[in-house]
């Protein structure tokens, strides 16, 4: 069959009549509300902006309790402090306390963060759908992610993926959280094990505390103990 622009054109209208109907947009600062506003403007979507998580929350509740819930969340993960109290501060808190409330909205994470840890917490405990990656390439980011959700697929932006694939930070457990929070923090092998003991948490011996981070080191592909923070904290362990 011949492909004619009206056809084209055709086919384009039914895709986007095949989108999500209500959207949510969590984000404080206006420069980016204007990227995802022009990308959301060729969609027939209904769009709602708030510039705080609480607000946000509020507006999830009031959907569900109209039996007009919001479809798709976009969300920042930092949001700036001011004057006004916040009860959730974080676009982390939001996006848990979101799925909590509506285990079937699909959520976009929209963020600066470009650690491993944080992003792989994201889709691996609060099950996010997509991950842009704040930048130049704004806009047609955002329509791809929100086209591909919609689709039931998962989006990350491709300079991050390899952070997903990735699964070498799989073999990290809380113990080792804990451990190298201490370490970075000056705490010494000695009295690393000290406060093991003193809050039972287990294996607590000197000699484990120091296999453990040679296991760490090795994971990590660290050369010492400092450069194993640095790596930890660059990866957003600690």
């Known amino acids: 069959m011949t492909r004619t622009p009206e056809r084209d054109s055709a086919r384009k209208s039914i895709f986007l009549f095949d989108m999500f109907k209500k959207i949510l947009v969590a984000e404080d600062f206006d420069t980016y509300n204007v990227a995802i506003a022009e990308a959301l403007k060729n969609f027939p979507i209904e769009s709602e902006h708030v510039s705080y998580c609480d607000e946000a929350l509020i507006r999830i509740k009031k959907g569900l309790q109209s039996e007009e819930p919001y ?46 840890h944080p992003i792989r917490q994201l889709f691996d405990e609060l099950e996010i759908d997509g991950y842009v990656l704040k930048g130049r390439n704004n806009i047609p980011e955002l329509k791809k992610a929100i086209q591909s959700v919609h689709q039931g697929k998962r989006y990350l932006s491709p300079e991050i993926a390899h952070l997903v694939q990735d699964r070498s930070l799989e073999e990290i457990e809380d113990y080792d959280v804990h451990l190298l929070k201490l370490l970075s923090n000056g705490t010494s092998q000695v009295d690393i094990s000290l406060k093991f003991q003193k809050d039972n948490i287990s294996p607590n011996s000197i000699s484990s505390v120091e296999k453990r981070l040679n296991r760490l080191k090795t994971i990590l592909e660290a050369n010492n103990n400092v450069h194993l923070v640095a790596i930890a904290k660059d990866l957003g362990l600690i």
């Open 71 to 116: 479809e798709l969340l976009i969300s920042d993960l930092s949001f700036k402090p001011d004057d006004k109290r916040a009860m959730v501060k974080s676009g982390f808190a939001l996006i848990k306390e979101a799925k909590r409330l509506s285990p079937d909205l699909r959520v976009i994470a929209y963020s600066i963060e470009n650690r491993t």
